[in-house]
């Protein structure tokens, strides 16, 4: 079994930047983020298809970007203008199949990093 391990998770200001990195141990066709606060249910964030198709969640739609980066096997969430709505612990995700993956029943995560929003 193979897992992803995301890093880049820290504190970020209201309307600031930061950017978190996920390393799969080898290709992954379909690659993802997905978010859970304490008080909410795990929610979609974005996606990214071997194609280059992208889909995002709505409340980050216009502020977050998912892309792989030159090193093959890593990929990132480029997050702007957040807001304290975006503190949550943040997993990666990855499996061949894009609308399962999607659907957040992956075969590979990873095991999260945090996010701090504050005022």
């Known amino acids: 079994q193979v897992h992803p391990v995301e890093s880049g998770g820290g504190s970020v200001q209201v309307g600031g930047s930061l950017t978190l990195s996920c390393e799969a141990p080898g290709w992954m066709n379909s690659l993802a983020w997905f978010r859970q606060s304490p008080a909410k249910e795990r929610e979609r964030v974005a996606i990214l298809s071997t194609a280059g198709d992208t889909m995002y969640g709505d409340a980050v739609k216009g502020r977050f970007t998912i892309s792989r980066t030159n090193t093959k096997y890593i990929w990132s969430l480029q997050m702007t203008r957040v807001i304290p709505e975006d503190s949550a612990t943040y997993y990666c995700?990855?499996?061949?199949?894009?609308?399962?993956?999607?659907?957040?029943?992956?075969?590979?995560w990873g095991q999260g990093t945090l996010v701090t929003v504050s005022a």
């Open positions: 995700a990855a499996d061949p199949d894009f609308w399962r993956l999607w659907s957040g029943r992956a075969n590979y």
